[in-house]
C-alpha cells in the first residue's frame, strides 16, 4: 500500500470515527444565548432625581392606589410603607443603567415591562382599531417607551418584553376598594374575566403593532399563580398582591382561569398585530409566558402521603395553568378534571421560567383545603418559604423539558444581597452552572436572566429587598448606583458564554 493510498484510508477512517462516534458534547451555551438581566416598570420607574413625580410615577394602576393608601389595620403588618419616591428612578436613569449592563456586565438583552396604565390612563372600553385606541393612549408614554427601545439597541442589548407584570389600570380593579370588600367592589380586576380578558387582549394588540418594529420577543404575563396565591389566598409579608384577601376560592379559581384565557387571547392579538422582524432573523413574534416553577420535594420521600402531595402542590402551582395553555387542558375547579379547551392550545413559542427556591411538601390525610382542589392533601403550614437549593433549577428546567417540549427561558433568578458579601456572585455561578448542565443533557435553554438589574421596589415589601446587581442608595438625591461583586462574576459567565472553572470551583456546585 503506497503512503498516499494509507493517507486517503486513514481520512476515510478519521472522517468515519467522526461522523459515526460519539461526539463530545459542548462545554458551555448555544452560540446566540441571551444573558440579560430583568427588572418591572412599576418597581423601577419610580423615584426619578430631577423629573416630576407625576411623571415618574405610575398613578393609574392598582399597585400605586395600593402601596399610597392609608393602610388598612389588616394589612398593616404585611405593607412596608415605604413611599414611591424611593424608587430607584429608572424612568429618568434608564439610558445610563442599559449602559451599564451592556459595558460593564457584558449583557445582551435586557428583560423589561410595558405599564398598561401608563399607556392607556383611561378606560379603552368600547374603542375599537388600532387608530381609535392611538387616538386615547398616552403619547407622552409611548414616546417615552419608543425612546427606551432605541437605548436598549444603541447599547446592543436585545429586549424581551412583558406585557403586564402584575400591575392592573385602576379603571379595571379597584385594589383598595376590592380588598375592602371583594363582594361589593365594581371594578374587580381579574374577576371581571370577560372585560379583563377583552381588554388586556386589546392592549396587547395595540402594542405590538406600535412597538413590532423594535420587539421581536414578548411575555403575556408574569407569574400568574403569583397573582393568584397571595391575591386571593394566603397574602403574607412575604407577599400580598392586590386585593389581598384570604381564602376566597371562588375567587382565585375565577382569576386563575381569566389569566389562562388572557394568555391565549394575548398571544393571538400579538402574533396578528406584530408583523415586523426587528432583527431581521426571519421570525416577526416570539410570544411566551413568565411562570415562577419551584422545585417541589415531599419532607419524607418513603411516606406516601408527603409523596402525593408533593405532586399535588406542583400540579396547583406549576402544571394546572401550563397544561392548559400549552395543550388546551383547562382544569377551571381545580380539582384535577381538566376540559380540553383547542381555543388554548398551543399558545407558546417558549416558555419563561423564574426560578429561586425549593418548596418541601407534609402530607395531610384529608384535603386540606377541599373547595380548591380535592387532592389538596398537604399542610401549607408547613412549607418553607425560602430555601436556596441551585441544584433545583437543574430538575426544573430538566422536568418542563421531558414535559412540554418548548424551548425555555431563565427570565429570572436571584437573590438579596444587601450587604454584598458574595451572596450574589455564589448564586448567579451556581445556577448558570445547573442552567449549563441542563444544556449538556438536552435542554433546549436560550437565555439567562439575572433578577434584577438594579435595586428596585419589591412590592410590599418596597425597598426591603436588594436584588439589584447595581445598589441603589434611596436616600441619595440622585439615586446612586454601585456595582456589586457580582458584576466582575456576572460578565465573566456572559462573555465567556459558560460558567469558567475556577468560578465553579470557587462557588461549589455540588448542591
Known sequence: MTLTTRLIVWSLCAAWLLACGEKPKPVGFPHGFSWGAAISGFQVDMGCPTLPAATCEDRG?????????????????????????QGPGHWELFDADFARASAEVGLNSVRFSLEWSRIFPTATDGIEGFDALYAVANADALAHYHAMLASLKAHGLKPLVTLNHYTLPSWLHDAVGCHQNLATCTRRGWLDRERAVREIAKYAGFVAREFGGEVDTWATLNEPFAVVLPGYLLPSADRANPPAVRFQFAAAKQAFVAMVEAHARMYDAVKEADIADADNDGTAAEVGLVYAVPQTRPKNPDNILDRKAAENVFYLYTTAFLDAVIRGQLDADLKKNPQTRPDLEGRMDYLGVNYYTRITVEGTDNATFPELSAYSNFNPFTLVPWEEYPRGLYEVLVDLEERYHLPLVITETGVSDPNDDGTGSRWVTQHAAWAQAAVKDGVQLRGFYYWSLIDNYEWNQGMSQRYGLYAVDKTDAAKLRTARKT?????????????????AATYSTDQ
Open 61 to 85: 394602576s392598582d399597585w400605586y392606589d395600593f402601596i399610597t393608601h392609608p393602610t388598612p389595620t389588616d394589612l398593616s403588618e404585611v405593607m412596608s410603607g415605604d413611599p414611591p419616591s
Open 487 to 503: 458584576v466582575d462574576v456576572y460578565r465573566r459567565i456572559a462573555t465567556a458564554n459558560r460558567v469558567p472553572e475556577d468560578l
